[in-house]
């Protein structure tokens, strides 16, 4: 199991927060995830077949690409 957390500059509202935690938690192997609109900030806990690759492609496809 794995954490990791993500600035991801996109987010603004408590919408992109909903957006983020549906989709993500959609990808198989994600445990949780949470999205903070004040500190753009993402925590993820995930195991296989997640991998951070998956996941930042995800978050990038859905528009909330992680700062580099
Ligand atoms: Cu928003």
Redesign the pocket.
């Known amino acids: 199991m794995s954490t990791v957390t993500y600035s991801v500059p996109n987010?603004?509202?408590?919408?992109?927060?909903h957006?983020i935690q549906t989709e993500v938690a959609d990808l198989q192997g994600v445990k949780s995830v949470k999205a903070d609109?004040t500190t753009k900030m993402v925590e993820i806990v995930f195991d296989a077949p997640a991998t951070e690759d998956k996941i930042k492609a995800l978050l990038a496809e859905i528009n909330y690409p992680v700062a580099a």
Not at 11 to 17: A, E, L, Q, R
């Open positions: 987010i603004s509202c408590m919408h992109c927060v957006t609109a």
